[in-house]
């Protein structure tokens, strides 16, 4: 388990680095413009995604009052999208630091958004946060495209092992 969950943390941390690259490079106009999707622009659909990953973070390490980091986080948009990459590091780390399979067996007791007490195994909770990304990552692609960015790397997973 630890070899898969590893290599989707990895994974993960690849695609968002290839991602954000091209994020990075947009003005702000073209970052805040209004797109119809889950979250009105690129900017917002990147900030929900680090968002998650870091609150899943945060419960993975046992916060106790983990903080949903768009509410307290006062820096640029640039600035986000680096703690994005650290964040998905972060991730990585956690799953290096597990010794044995038990460890993502282990379940996590947490409140999710709405303050209901959840329970679920740790490693749910790493494939959760995994596929919530890649979920927004291809959100993000398409909005890219709907703004005129053609350039945007694969972010497929074979690219990544290949």
């Known amino acids: 388990m630890k070899e898969l969950l590893l290599q989707y ?24 413009k209004e797109i119809v999707s889950s979250f009105p622009s690129i900017k917002a659909t990147a900030m929900h995604t680090w968002c998650a ?12 009052k983990p903080l949903w ?3 307290v986080f006062t820096g640029t948009f640039e600035e986000a999208l680096s703690e994005w990459l650290k964040t998905s590091e972060q991730l990585v780390a ?55 960015v053609t350039k945007i790397p694969s972010l497929d997973l074979v690219q990544f092992v290949s």
């Open 9 to 32: 943390a990895k994974y993960n941390v690849w695609a968002n680095t290839r991602l954000t690259t091209v994020i990075s490079k947009l003005d702000a106009g073209l970052a805040e």
């Open 53 to 64: 990953e870091a609150i899943w973070l945060q419960r993975l390490n046992l916060v106790e």
């Open 69 to 71: 980091m768009e509410k």
């Open 94 to 148: 956690f799953v290096e630091r597990q010794f044995e399979d038990r460890g993502f067996e282990h379940m996590l007791q947490y409140y999710n958004l709405q303050k209901r007490p959840m329970k679920l195994p740790v490693f749910t909770v790493l494939t959760q946060a995994f596929n919530h990304s890649s979920y927004h990552r291809g959100q993000l692609v398409t909005m890219l495209r709907q703004i005129g």
